[in-house]
């Protein structure tokens, strides 16, 4: 019993999901911070913000039976 236990942990491990590629530039958002510095957990969670953000704007063009993002979205 133990064996099969130890092969779900392997598939759980597997099936995980390489982590995706930034869509926000670390260069320009740090350039974009006048008076603070950066921490490395910030790029992480700036990137999250902004896909949320898009995904939001999305379900709302596409409620509105539009194809295209607009800033009235945002």
């Known amino acids: 019993m ?4 130890m092969a779900a ?3 759980k491990k597997a099936a995980k999901k390489k ?3 930034l869509i926000i ?3 320009r958002t ?3 911070v006048k008076k603070c510095n950066v921490g490395s957990e910030f790029y992480g969670a700036l990137d999250a913000a ?3 953000l898009i995904k939001e704007a999305e379900a709302r063009a596409v409620g ?3 194809k295209t993002l607009k800033a ?3």
């Open 2 to 5: 133990l064996g099969g236990h």
């Open 9 to 11: 942990k392997r598939k």
């Open 19 to 21: 982590p995706a590629e």
């Open 25 to 27: 530039s670390k260069a």
């Open 30 to 32: 740090k350039a974009a």
């Open 50 to 52: 902004v896909r949320e």
């Open 64 to 66: 509105n039976k539009r």
């Open 72 to 74: 009235v979205d945002l």
